[in-house]
């Protein structure tokens, strides 16, 4: 009987026991469930923009090329809204900055690119004196210059070039040779290419500036006749040139 006792005691306190961890097992907190992950932020959008050339001349055009990513609003000053990518000609009056501005849920990114306009040249003053023609094309005409083995008008002769083309255009009576010359370097034939290609691009600049085309011959002098004759570069550089020859 003492035994039966004992049992069921010790039952009664296990059921107690147990009783206890469920209770306070069922009062302890919820562990709250992690957090969801925020989404990505807006990527910030990209801009370039770029002019082609970079320098004209006064009336001249030039091509705008822009490029942008992430962006949903796009435009350039003075243009007005564009596509997120593309190309425009302009034609400045003024040198001018052109700046883009992009827009998009990342941010915003401008982008600039200069044009320079050259002036326009400044015709010579109308003379009055007794100097003939002649002497006047003599004193007023100036060569134009090229880099070694090109024949484009490089830019630190456009000057030279509007103030040829000017001249020309107060004398409309004037017709002209041009003359291309090439340094000693290379051989015969291709030097007298090379002349060609210079008095044609002289030629043509001239008829871009207004100068009727049938003023004006053109030949090829290669460095048969070189106006300095030592073999170095500031030599060299003065026989590559074209040269204005006043036709009587």
């Known amino acids: ?53 970079n320098t004209v001349d006064a009336g001249q055009p030039t091509t705008l090329t822009w490029q942008t990513t992430n962006a949903t609003d ?17 034609t400045p ?3 001018t900055t ?10 915003t990114q401008d982008a600039t690119a200069r044009v320079t306009v050259n002036a326009a040249a400044t015709p010579p003053p109308v003379t009055t004196s007794n100097a003939t ?15 070694y083995d090109k024949y484009d008008v490089r ?4 000057g030279s070039l509007r103030a040829d083309a000017a001249f020309l255009q107060q004398h409309a009576n004037i017709h002209i040779t041009i003359e291309g010359h090439c340094d000693e370097r290379g051989s015969t034939e291709y030097n007298l290419a090379l002349g060609t290609s210079r008095a044609d691009a002289v030629k043509n600049a001239l008829i871009q500036a207004g100068i009727s085309g049938d003023r004006i011959k053109t030949v090829t ?15 060299w550089q003065q026989n590559r040139r074209g040269h204005f020859v006043y036709e009587r």
């Not at 350039?76 to 000609?89: E, K, M, N, Y």
């Not at 007023?140 to 880099?147: A, G, H, L, Q, S």
Request: glycine share 8%; proline share 9%.
């Open 133 to 147: 023609e002649e002497e006047l094309f003599s004193q007023n005409v100036k060569d134009i210059f090229f880099d």
């Open 74 to 90: 796009v435009s350039i000053d003075g243009i007005g809204p564009v596509d997120a990518s593309g190309t425009r000609q302009v």
């Open 93 to 95: 009056t003024d040198s």
């Open 98 to 107: 052109y700046h883009l501005i992009a827009k998009g849920a990342g941010g």
């Open 1 to 53: 009987m003492k035994h039966a006792t004992a049992g069921m005691k010790r039952w009664s306190s296990l059921t107690v026991a147990l009783g206890a961890i469920l209770f306070f097992g069922a009062c302890a907190k919820k562990v709250a469930p992690p957090a969801p992950t925020p989404p990505p932020s807006p990527t910030a959008p990209t801009a370039s923009l770029s002019a082609n050339p």
């Open 221 to 235: 002098m290669g460095k048969e006749k070189p106006f300095c004759t030592e073999s170095n570069e500031s030599c």
């Open 155 to 158: 830019a630190a002769d456009q």
